[in-house]
């Protein structure tokens, strides 16, 4: 008898209720860690004319500056690679 509160109580653990929403916001490309700049403009012109929250746009840019570190990382990766195999051609 007293299981559908026990059931919600338990579901209410295993998945808790979303307590953000959705946020529609088109930000520009990010192709390189320049590129984050106008990201961030874009964020702050929606918070000043009141289509996102502060803490919406803080953590829209979060993710901007978690894709630009990735960007960064590939970037010294790929630069990496290049004076490797350059200086493998080279016999040093």
Known sequence: MGDGPALRLCMD???????????????????RAADAVASHAALVGAVARGDLTPSEAGELSKLVEGYVRAVEATDILDRLAKLEAATQRHGR
């Open 13 to 31: 653990r295993i998945y808790p209720a979303r307590k953000d929403r959705p946020v529609r916001f088109g930000l520009p490309p990010i192709e």
